[in-house]
Protein backbone atom coordinates (compact mmCIF):
# COMPACT_ATOMS: atom_id res chain seq x y z
CA UNK A 1 0.00 0.00 0.00
CA UNK A 2 3.05 2.25 -0.03
CA UNK A 3 2.88 4.50 -3.01
CA UNK A 4 4.94 7.45 -4.32
CA UNK A 5 3.85 8.61 -7.30
CA UNK A 6 4.72 11.29 -9.95
CA UNK A 7 3.87 13.54 -12.47
CA UNK A 8 4.27 16.43 -14.06
CA UNK A 9 6.67 15.03 -16.53
CA UNK A 10 7.03 16.44 -20.33
CA UNK A 11 8.68 17.84 -23.29
CA UNK A 12 9.67 20.89 -23.03
CA UNK A 13 11.82 23.58 -24.73
CA UNK A 14 15.32 24.85 -23.65
CA UNK A 15 14.48 27.82 -21.37
CA UNK A 16 11.62 26.12 -20.05
CA UNK A 17 9.62 25.32 -16.58
CA UNK A 18 7.88 22.11 -15.47
CA UNK A 19 6.35 21.36 -11.98
CA UNK A 20 6.99 17.68 -10.79
CA UNK A 21 4.73 16.39 -8.00
CA UNK A 22 4.79 13.70 -5.64
CA UNK A 23 1.80 12.24 -4.18
CA UNK A 24 2.46 9.64 -1.03
CA UNK A 25 0.46 7.26 0.44
CA UNK A 26 0.69 4.19 2.79
CA UNK A 27 3.16 6.04 5.51
CA UNK A 28 3.43 8.83 7.69
CA UNK A 29 4.21 11.71 5.20
CA UNK A 30 5.21 13.88 7.62
CA UNK A 31 7.51 11.52 9.83
CA UNK A 32 9.80 11.38 6.38
CA UNK A 33 12.44 13.27 4.20
CA UNK A 34 12.01 13.79 0.48
CA UNK A 35 14.31 13.37 -1.94
CA UNK A 36 14.39 14.57 -5.83
CA UNK A 37 16.90 12.07 -7.78
CA UNK A 38 17.23 11.60 -11.33
CA UNK A 39 18.54 9.06 -14.28
CA UNK A 40 19.44 9.92 -17.90
CA UNK A 41 20.09 7.49 -20.50
CA UNK A 42 23.42 5.86 -19.36
CA UNK A 43 23.81 8.05 -16.41
CA UNK A 44 23.98 6.80 -12.87
CA UNK A 45 21.55 7.92 -10.91
CA UNK A 46 21.95 11.04 -9.06
CA UNK A 47 20.69 13.16 -6.40
CA UNK A 48 18.74 16.75 -7.48
CA UNK A 49 17.06 17.94 -3.90
CA UNK A 50 15.96 16.72 -0.73
CA UNK A 51 13.47 18.45 1.96
CA UNK A 52 13.64 17.68 5.46
CA UNK A 53 10.67 16.49 7.54
CA UNK A 54 11.06 18.70 10.58
CA UNK A 55 11.81 22.05 9.78
CA UNK A 56 11.10 22.04 5.79
CA UNK A 57 15.18 22.70 5.20
CA UNK A 58 16.21 22.03 1.46
CA UNK A 59 19.44 21.04 -0.11
CA UNK A 60 19.86 21.17 -4.07
CA UNK A 61 22.93 19.73 -6.08
CA UNK A 62 25.20 22.65 -7.96
CA UNK A 63 23.68 21.71 -11.02
CA UNK A 64 19.79 23.01 -10.35
CA UNK A 65 21.23 25.39 -7.65
CA UNK A 66 18.77 29.46 -8.77
CA UNK A 67 16.79 27.20 -10.90
CA UNK A 68 14.50 24.24 -9.33
CA UNK A 69 12.74 24.48 -6.03
CA UNK A 70 12.03 21.80 -3.53
CA UNK A 71 8.07 22.25 -1.38
CA UNK A 72 6.14 19.89 0.38
CA UNK A 73 2.48 20.30 1.53
CA UNK A 74 1.86 18.10 4.59
CA UNK A 75 -1.57 18.40 4.55
CA UNK A 76 -1.83 16.92 1.12
CA UNK A 77 0.83 14.06 1.17
CA UNK A 78 2.87 15.85 -2.07
CA UNK A 79 5.62 17.08 -2.61
CA UNK A 80 7.05 19.33 -5.68
CA UNK A 81 9.38 20.63 -7.35
CA UNK A 82 9.28 23.33 -9.24
CA UNK A 83 12.03 23.25 -12.10
CA UNK A 84 12.71 26.53 -14.26
CA UNK A 85 15.32 27.65 -16.98
CA UNK A 86 15.77 24.16 -17.74
CA UNK A 87 18.21 22.61 -20.05
CA UNK A 88 18.97 19.75 -22.16
CA UNK A 89 21.17 18.20 -19.92
CA UNK A 90 18.27 18.44 -17.34
CA UNK A 91 16.87 15.60 -19.77
CA UNK A 92 15.77 12.58 -17.30
CA UNK A 93 13.78 9.86 -15.48
CA UNK A 94 12.95 12.05 -12.25
CA UNK A 95 11.97 9.79 -9.34
CA UNK A 96 10.85 10.93 -5.78
CA UNK A 97 11.75 9.35 -2.78
CA UNK A 98 11.11 8.95 0.95
CA UNK A 99 13.22 8.09 4.31
CA UNK A 100 13.25 8.50 7.67
CA UNK A 101 16.90 9.98 7.32
CA UNK A 102 17.50 13.45 6.01
CA UNK A 103 20.52 12.06 3.31
CA UNK A 104 21.83 13.10 -0.01
CA UNK A 105 22.26 9.40 -0.15
CA UNK A 106 19.60 7.16 -2.19
CA UNK A 107 20.28 3.86 -0.03
CA UNK A 108 19.01 5.94 3.05
CA UNK A 109 15.72 6.15 1.24
CA UNK A 110 13.07 3.71 2.17
CA UNK A 111 9.94 4.56 -0.80
CA UNK A 112 10.85 4.90 -4.37
CA UNK A 113 8.07 5.87 -6.62
CA UNK A 114 7.81 5.62 -10.46
CA UNK A 115 9.92 8.22 -12.37
CA UNK A 116 8.79 10.34 -14.69
CA UNK A 117 10.44 11.36 -18.23
CA UNK A 118 11.52 14.83 -18.00
CA UNK A 119 12.73 15.88 -21.86
CA UNK A 120 14.35 19.08 -22.61
CA UNK A 121 14.88 19.45 -26.12
CA UNK A 122 13.82 21.66 -28.94
Known amino acids: QVQLVESGGGLVQPGGSLRLSCAASGFTFDDHAIGWFRQAPGKEREGVTCISRSDGSTYYADSVKGRFTISRDNAKNTVYLQMNSLKPEDTAVYYC???????????????WGQGTQVTVSS
Open 97 to 111: AAGLVLSWDAYEYDY
